[in-house]
């Protein structure tokens, strides 16, 4: 299978912005295992602005724009550097890809990431991508990681989009303050009462919430690709979600279902 994981700020580093390194120890342990066993791994991994703050001691997620793309310059560095380091224990290489929404629009330059891409799966590397926070501004910006998760999805015809958050799933209700929310297994339809259901939530360093991963959801499903939502507190949890197993929410890509 090609597989797409994508791991928010709040599954790879602390509150701090530190990185939680036990939990990125254990996830790329389980992704190099999974690359072991055949599948073609992409990561869209979020982190570096979060990494930034921590690196940098600044108080909290800034509000300011020359800050945070500062952020993202130092935490961009910290998260590839420990990155490469992990994988390389298990014998993996790894790829930096840094884009703009400008260039998943630009054909020609959409194309060249494609190729690129596609030559980095060949050649056995694990291509790591994230937003070019540093250089991006409104007009040109993605916004968050689940959209850009599932653009490289959609663009490199992944059998999975995996998103790897602080929550279990989609809930009927926000679990933080509903203690009737029950967590939806599989998904073969985003109704609007599914839609309904998503608050505007969004945890401390991060940035999307429920409704960037509806969102993903639509993009990866419509052309053909399931989308799982899970915890990323355990990665082991990856080798179930790959099995099949029944695990956080499962989107099922139409035609399928
Ligand atoms: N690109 C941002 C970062 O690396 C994260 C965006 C997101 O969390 O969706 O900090």
Redo the contacts with the bound molecule.
Sequence with gaps: MRIVIKI??STLAHKTGRINIRRVEKLCKVISDLKNQGHELIMV??????MGVGKLSLQGKPDDIPTKQAA?AV??CELMYIYDKLFSEYNHTVAQILVTDADIECDERRTNFENTMRRLLELGAIPII??N?SIATAEIVIG???T?GAIVAKNLQADLLIILSDIDGLFTADPHKDNNAVLLHTVSEITSEIEEMTGGSVSGL???GMT?KLKAAKIVTESGTDMVIANGDDPDILYDIVDGKDIGTRFIAKGKA
């Excluded at 991994?45 to 979060?50: F, K, L, Q, R, T």
């Design positions: 928010g700020t991994s979020s982190g570096a602005i979060g993202a935490g961009q994230n937003e926070d968050d990681n689940d850009l991060g940035t999307g960037t």
